[in-house]
């Protein structure tokens, strides 16, 4: 059976989320803090190596009429790097809308704002992870 996990890849922090062992919903696991770009990507291979992932989501951000923006391909590049360190299959999912969703649902949980930089981007992963495994679920089970 596959096991996903998936980043939400920011600038100064990528959101971990990972499956939960059926495969029907998303658990916000970790924020990672970024380092550089190598040793980002080994620490993430790793990690999805730590959790038993046998398959990478990653969330690409876009504009929010769908178009690629500078940091499409930036995310892109990172991708490219983990999808090689790591040797699993890495799926991009759209992420427009998972970031604002984290606050939103953060905010409504009464989380002050000084926390919430350190849950945002692991709910925002679940929220890309949960996309994911919907479209999943309604395909059958096909990546």
């Not at 190598?38 to 999805?48: I, K, P, T």
């Not at 090689?84 to 299959?89: F, I, R, V, Y």
Request: glycine share 8%.
């Amino acid at each position: 059976m596959e096991r996903y996990i998936a980043f939400d890849i920011g600038d100064k922090r990528i959101g971990v989320a990972v499956s939960d062992p059926f495969n029907t919903y998303a658990l916000p696991s970790s924020t990672y803090f970024r380092k550089g770009f190598r040793e980002d990507v080994e620490a993430l291979a790793r990690l999805a190596a730590e959790k038993g992932a046998t398959v990478i989501v990653c969330g690409l951000p876009v504009n929010f009429d769908g178009s690629r923006s500078v940091q499409t391909g930036r995310t892109e590049r990172f991708i490219l790097a983990l999808k090689e360190t790591a040797g699993l299959p890495v799926v991009c999912e759209d992420e427009r809308f998972t970031t604002m969703m984290a606050h939103e649902t953060l905010i409504s949980e009464g989380m002050r704002r000084e926390k919430r930089k350190n849950y945002v981007d692991a709910l925002a992963a679940a929220n890309i992870l949960d996309g994911f495994l919907n479209k999943l679920n309604k395909r059958g089970g096909d990546v």
